[in-house]
Every structure is written in C-alpha cells, then in structure tokens.
C-alpha cells in the first residue's frame, strides 16, 4: 500500500484545512530537490510548474539553503522603520538591471506588490479607474483582485469603484483578423481604449498588465503591443503598472519580459521568481513618481516591509542567475523545450498550439484544430496521467479556451530533466488519446 494513502493524513486535511480552489493532488509530498519533488513514497515528481511559478532555481538551491541559514541567525525581521543592509543592496542591484526604475520598495507577495502599485498609482494621477485584461490575474486581495477577471469574481460583492477590462491580445483565437487571419491586435487595441473611454468617468488612473497572460492562457503580448499600450495610457495621463510576478528575473530569456520590447513601464511589480519560492516582492518605479507620491504622502507600512531575510534571499537569486548564465540558460533551454513541445503538435491532432518565451510555455488542448474547440476534459485527463507517470504540470481552464498546460520548469533544469518531461507528457497524451477512441 502507497504511503500516500495515509487515511489519517487525509482525514485531517479533510477536516481541517479550507478547500480555497481547486483539488489537492493524490500525493503527501515530503521533500523536494532540485527539478524534483518527491512523495511519501520517495517517489520522484518532475516539477515543471517550479512549484507555484516560483521555484526559479530549483527546490532546497545550496545557496539559498544557507542564505537562509546564515540571515535567520543574524537578522530575519525588524521594525519597518529600520534598515539593514540586505535591503539596501537588493534595491540597489533591482535598479542597475532596470535602468530608469530606480526606487524600490520590497514586500512579501504579488497581491501586495500590486497593491502597492495601484495605490501609488492613484494617488500620484489623483484618479481611481484601474484598466486590465479580461484573463488577468493580479492577486486576491482588494484592488488586485479588483483587477483580477480570469477568475474569482462571482459573489464576493462590489468589486473596487474604477474596475475596467478590455479583451486580451489572442493570436490563436483573434478577435480583429487581417486578410491572412492573422491578429490585427492594433484595431482590437484602437477598439478596445474606445470601449475604455465610453466607460470612463474622466479619472483613468492606470493600466496593468502581465507581458504574457498566466492564469490567462499563457498569452504573450505580441511584439510592438506593449509601445501601443503606453501610448494609449500617455494620452489619457494613465501609468502603465507591469505585473511580472511569473516573468520577471530571466524566465522569458531576457532579464525582464518587457526588455524584449524596449519599452519601460512606469511600474514594475516582482514577486515569485525573485524569492525563488520564499515570500518576497518589488515595486520599482521612476524617481519623478516616487517623489510626486512622497509628497503626496504615500502610505504602505506593513509588517514585512524591507524584512532582512527575504532581501538576503533576493540577493542570492540574483547572484545565481548571474553567476550560472540563467537568463541565457532560459532562453537556450526554452528552445528545446519548444521544440520538443511543437513536435507533439505535429504528433497528436489534440494539441492546438505551443506558444511562450523561454522557459515560460504554454500548451493548448483542442477537441479540433479547425474550429478550435477546448477540450477541457482530455486536458484534465493528461494531467492526471502525467502526474502518476512523474510529471506535474498546471492546466489552466477557463470559458472560451482549451486546457492550457502552464510550463515553467526551473531555470536550472538539465536538458535530459526537459527531455524526461517531454517523454512523460508524450505518453501520458498517447495514452488518453488511445483510451478516448477506445470508448468510442
């Protein structure tokens, strides 16, 4: 019998623990190392989700184990009002790898750093509307949820005052097409500010907005998009706010997604990938809208403000991306990864599209390629067999789309731990495919 059927175990977390979205999956997971986690019955798990998007180096990395060590038994919290090297040096090192964001302030989690955003974004405009993508995810507190439209906004009541969206840029299911049946995401964006501006009651505070759509469907803004978009938000006096909780510190093959397109944004929010698993963020912004929100008394003191022991761990992330070639690795990596994942493309008539950057892919699952029909039943299927097979992988299922495998493996994975993974996910879609025609 499986250890990771303990009946205490489970009658406990049953008991006890509250469901907050979607199952648990049929494993105890005791440790984990590297691309791996393991189960109760020291079974191997090969991570590609870098456990929640966040594990960018890896479970239990060497030098953050004794970062970790080394700072909790020196300094690990402190009063807000007080600072401490590890600090001072993370903001230091975030501003030299993004020109022109040259203040920063370090928090505990994306929904915060968000939150953070759009407060300092309110009140440096002196507006409140907040514009972002219908299959966004910016978090589940307050104004990031407010701003959150891929899920969760059913029966939790009023949303914040100022909530607008506008469709996301999708390339394989385009709302504006050209001749070719290609996206014409400028008409769909010239459409979209239209929409914006009916509903807007004149205070058009910011936009925000992730590089590539997560929990979305791993849509990635097509090129050139992002220098539209700050234009339509320089036009209306809006701040362009850029959520790359997911994204940021090398996964894409660039330091930070939107250095692809040249653009800046006003504000960066960091989270996940910069504490490589711990709770740490950033908000990074200009000197001129720092200065504008210290006048105007910005307000933001929290608990884990500019805490020691997260910093110290950004440090050491940032350190190895450096030191190991990480941002290089991901985007060397991110081709084989790609092209092992277009190969099953070609193989099986389920999978209707491979799309990404780097090491931040995303696989649909179609009942038909022609019409382009999602199959979210035969996605769940191949997640579940992967995962027994050694393999976990997140399927993101919302209306209108197909199962959208989310792969985010750690920038540190081997190319035989990609391989590996490649192998298992073949099979596991062979197999449900095979069973699916059988029961017909």
Same mark, same amino acid.
């Given at each position: 019998?499986?250890?990771?059927?303990?009946?205490?175990?489970?009658?406990?977390?049953?008991?006890?623990?509250?469901?907050?979205?979607?199952?648990?999956?049929?494993?105890?997971?005791?440790?984990?190392?590297?691309?791996?986690?393991?189960?109760?019955?020291?079974?191997?798990?090969?991570?590609?989700?870098?456990?929640?998007?966040?594990?960018?180096?890896?479970?239990?990395?060497?030098?953050?184990?004794?970062?970790?060590?080394?700072?909790?038994?020196?300094?690990?919290?402190?009063?807000?009002?007080?600072?401490?090297?590890?600090?001072?040096?993370?903001?230091?090192?975030?501003?030299?790898?993004?020109?022109?964001?040259?203040?920063?302030?370090?928090?505990?989690?994306?929904?915060?750093?968000?939150?953070?955003?759009?407060?300092?974004?309110?009140?440096?405009?002196?507006?409140?509307?907040?514009?972002?993508?219908?299959?966004?995810?910016?978090?589940?507190?307050?104004?990031?949820?407010?701003?959150?439209?891929?899920?969760?906004?059913?029966?939790?009541?009023?949303?914040?005052?100022?909530?607008?969206?506008?469709?996301?840029?999708?390339?394989?299911?385009?709302?504006?097409?050209?001749?070719?049946?290609?996206?014409?995401?400028?008409?769909?964006?010239?459409?979209?500010?239209?929409?914006?501006?009916?509903?807007?009651?004149?205070?058009?505070?910011?936009?925000?907005?992730?590089?590539?759509?997560?929990?979305?469907?791993?849509?990635?803004?097509?090129?050139?998009?992002?220098?539209?978009?700050?234009?339509?938000?320089?036009?209306?006096?809006?701040?362009?706010?850029?959520?790359?909780?997911?994204?940021?510190?090398?996964?894409?093959?660039?330091?930070?997604?939107?250095?692809?397109?040249?653009?800046?944004?006003?504000?960066?929010?960091?989270?996940?990938?910069?504490?490589?698993?711990?709770?740490?963020?950033?908000?990074?912004?200009?000197?001129?809208?720092?200065?504008?929100?210290?006048?105007?008394?910005?307000?933001?003191?929290?608990?884990?403000?500019?805490?020691?022991?997260?910093?110290?761990?950004?440090?050491?992330?940032?350190?190895?991306?450096?030191?190991?070639?990480?941002?290089?690795?991901?985007?060397?990596?991110?081709?084989?990864?790609?092209?092992?994942?277009?190969?099953?493309?070609?193989?099986?008539?389920?999978?209707?599209?491979?799309?990404?950057?780097?090491?931040?892919?995303?696989?649909? &699952?179609?009942?038909?390629?022609?019409?382009? $029909?999602?199959?979210?039943? !035969? +996605?769940?299927? *191949?997640?579940? @067999? /992967?995962?027994?097979?050694?393999?976990?992988?997140?399927?993101?299922?919302?209306?209108?789309?197909?199962?959208?495998?989310? &792969?985010?493996?750690?920038?540190?994975?081997? $190319?035989?731990?990609?391989? !590996? +993974?490649?192998? *298992?996910?073949? @099979? /596991?879609?062979?197999?449900?495919?095979?069973?699916?025609?059988?029961?017909?």
């Amino acid at each position: 019998m499986s250890n990771n059927t303990d009946r205490a175990f489970w009658a406990a977390a049953e008991k006890h623990l509250v469901r907050y979205g979607g199952a648990f999956d049929p494993a105890i997971i005791e440790r984990a190392e590297g691309s791996f986690v393991y189960d109760a019955d020291d079974k191997p798990i090969l991570d590609f989700t870098s456990g929640q998007m966040s594990a960018l180096l890896g479970h239990s990395h060497p030098r953050i184990v004794s970062t970790v060590q080394r700072q909790v038994g020196t300094v690990a919290h402190l009063f807000s009002g007080m600072l401490s090297r590890p600090v001072v040096d993370l903001a230091a090192r975030l501003a030299a790898l993004a020109p022109g964001l040259d203040k920063v302030l370090l928090l505990s989690t994306g929904a915060e750093s968000n939150e953070a955003a759009l407060r300092m974004a309110k009140l440096v405009t002196g507006k409140h509307e907040v514009v972002a993508f219908s299959k966004s995810w910016h978090g589940m507190t307050g104004a990031a949820a407010s701003a959150t439209y891929s899920a969760g906004r059913k029966g939790y009541g009023p949303t914040m005052p100022g909530s607008i969206t506008i469709p996301a840029p999708n390339t394989y299911r385009p709302r504006f097409r050209h001749a070719d049946g290609s996206l014409d995401w400028r008409t769909e964006l010239d459409d979209s500010f239209a929409l914006v501006d009916a509903q807007s009651t004149g205070s058009l505070a910011a936009f925000i907005a992730e590089p590539i759509l997560s929990s979305g469907g791993m849509l990635d803004l097509p090129p050139g998009f992002l220098a539209a978009l700050k234009h339509k938000c320089r036009e209306r006096g809006m701040l362009l706010i850029l959520d790359e909780a997911q994204t940021g510190v090398g996964r894409t093959g660039d330091m930070f997604a939107f250095q692809r397109d040249g653009v800046t944004p006003d504000i960066l929010t960091l989270s996940k990938t910069i504490g490589a698993g711990l709770p740490l963020s950033a908000v990074m912004t200009t000197p001129e809208i720092e200065q504008a929100a210290h006048e105007r008394g910005y307000l933001f003191y929290t608990t884990h403000v500019s805490d020691p022991l997260p910093a110290a761990v950004g440090l050491a992330v940032l350190d190895v991306v450096a030191e190991e070639g990480l941002v290089e690795r991901a985007r060397h990596l991110g081709g084989r990864l790609f092209e092992g994942l277009s190969s099953l493309a070609q193989r099986y008539e389920c999978v209707g599209d491979v799309r990404g950057r780097g090491l931040f892919l995303g696989l649909e &699952i179609v009942q038909d390629r022609a019409t382009r $029909e999602p199959d979210h039943e !035969l +996605g769940a299927a *191949i997640a579940r @067999e /992967a995962f027994q097979r050694g393999l976990n992988m997140n399927i993101v299922k919302l209306p209108g789309m197909g199962g959208v495998f989310r &792969i985010a493996p750690p920038l540190t994975i081997s $190319e035989d731990e990609i391989d !590996l +993974g490649l192998s *298992i996910l073949s @099979e /596991a879609i062979g197999n449900e495919v095979s069973a699916r025609r059988k029961a017909r």
